[in-house]
């Protein structure tokens, strides 16, 4: 997967998915940047696959 392959869409679902998954509501205030950075970083992740690294990276 390629920048330009990332659309707003798959952002977006990412985002509501992990919004699902965090219930403090200043977590979820840069839930959507923090998608958007690591699908520009990594474009060989999936928008799920974010999810599951800023999860994960939230537990540490």
């Known amino acids: 997967m390629s ?3 990332i659309t707003i869409q798959d952002v977006f679902l990412a985002t509501k998915e992990l919004n699902s998954r965090i219930g403090d509501t200043t977590a ?3 839930a959507a940047s923090s998608v ?3 699908l520009q970083k990594r474009p060989d992740l999936s928008p799920t696959e974010a999810v599951e690294l800023i999860v994960e990276e939230g537990k540490n």
């Open 3 to 5: 920048r330009k392959d």
């Open 28 to 30: 979820r205030a840069g």
């Open 36 to 38: 958007a950075d690591i």
